[in-house]
């Protein structure tokens, strides 16, 4: 049980005639077979995977650190130096979707892969199972349980095919996006699948949202998109709505009156599509459901403390919030908070026993220095921008 069974099509370029392996669909813990496959090429790999130690030095990878600008640019100038290289380097090889998905399409290409300029083999990869326990993707079960599911199982298919070397044009060579575009239309053409609008930085977005417990996370990435198309980037409206909103007890409402509320043109497509991006069954929106996710959008690149006192205003009345309404407004800043944990740090802020606290109060309480337990939970709430 639990044996892996792999195919191969087509025959592996060497690394003359392509200095670079693209690999597509990125979708399961089990691709990394295929630096096995690849006669230990050298794949692009996270910093953080160094902690598997000599296993993965051994292929001699080129490490990157994704919330490091420097990093990045280091790992391009690496890439570029390795594919034009007269040395004996090992083939590179990259996932260009920088992110696991679902296989039911490419997501954008990062160009990182396209900027030495050189060929490229594209090499697509699938699992025919009739039980689906491979697919490790941002919203779907946690890599423990894949692996025992899969374990479980006879065995597990696993399909790689070499398509034919791409070789760039002169234009191509220019413009390592338009060359991603490209490569990606053929890997998509072959695989059967569409090509997806959808790039790494908006999976990171949903899932940053999913952590923080934003309702419809699958969602945010397209707010942020139409926010941007729509000019509400630049005033962030639902910033002086949410005081009006606070008073008034209609949460639903229909597409007129919430393109009335956020000042939007009724004809214009992007407003229709944000309309229906929370929609119900009843063609109405939760708007308190939109302001939330709207803020998180609005706060992305600002502290924390930001959303915090967004979301007193949002969810408590007058300012002012009991330990019910507390502890909606923590789980959407704190990671992994339970009602008990939210409970703990009221009682600590409410110190006089009202009943209620106040954003004052609370970032008073957390700008302090603790000891003890709390100094943990409190640990998590500094001061710090969401990553996205």
Not at 184 to 208: H, T, W
Request: net charge positive; proline share 4%.
């Amino acid at each position: 049980m639990g044996g892996v069974q792999i195919k191969t099509k087509g025959r592996q370029a060497n690394r003359r005639q392509a200095p670079i392996l693209v690999v597509a669909p990125h979708s399961s813990f089990l691709d990394a077979i295929i630096i096995h496959v690849c006669e230990y090429s050298s794949p692009l790999a996270r910093d953080n995977d160094q902690a598997l130690g000599k296993l993965i030095d051994y292929t001699q990878p080129i490490y990157v650190c994704r919330e490091d600008p420097d990093s990045r640019h280091n790992t391009i100038k690496e890439i570029n130096e390795r594919a034009n290289s007269d040395k004996n380097w090992s083939q590179i090889l990259i996932f260009p979707e920088g992110t696991c998905t679902n296989r039911t399409s490419l997501i954008q290409f990062k160009p990182g892969a396209f900027y030495p300029g050189v060929p490229v083999q594209p090499v697509i990869v699938r699992y025919p199972n009739k039980r689906d326990t491979v697919t490790w993707t941002w919203d779907g079960p946690e890599v423990i349980t894949l692996l025992w599911r899969t374990l479980s199982q006879m065995h597990t298919y696993c399909e790689i095919e070499f398509l034919p070397v791409y070789t760039p044009n002169d234009e191509e060579k220019k413009d390592a996006r338009l060359y991603a575009r490209n490569v990606q239309q053929v890997m998509a053409k072959s695989l059967g699948v569409p090509v997806s609008d959808y790039s790494f930085e908006d999976c990171r977005l949903m899932n940053s949202a999913k952590i923080m417990k934003i309702p419809r996370c699958a969602n945010v990435a397209d707010t942020f998109k139409l926010r941007k198309k729509l000019g509400m980037d630049q005033d962030n409206i639902e910033e002086t709505l949410i005081d009006k909103f606070s008073s008034d007890k209609v949460t639903k409402m229909s597409f007129k009156e919430f393109a009335s509320r956020l000042q939007l043109d009724t004809k214009d497509e992007s407003t229709i599509k944000l309309f229906k991006l929370y929609r119900n069954s009843e063609n109405q929106v939760d708007f308190k459901e939109y302001l939330l996710c709207a803020l998180f959008v609005i706060t992305l690149d600002k502290p924390k403390i930001k959303l915090v006192e967004l979301l007193f205003k949002l969810y408590g009345k007058s300012g002012e919030a009991s330990q019910d309404i507390f502890y909606e407004i923590i789980k959407h800043v704190l990671k992994k908070c339970n009602k008990d944990k939210a409970d703990h740090l009221f009682q600590q802020i409410d110190k006089s026993k009202n009943g209620f606290v106040t954003f004052g109060k609370y970032k008073i309480i957390i700008l302090k220095n603790f000891n003890g337990n709390l100094k943990c939970l409190l640990a998590k709430l500094q001061l710090k921008t969401f990553k996205c």
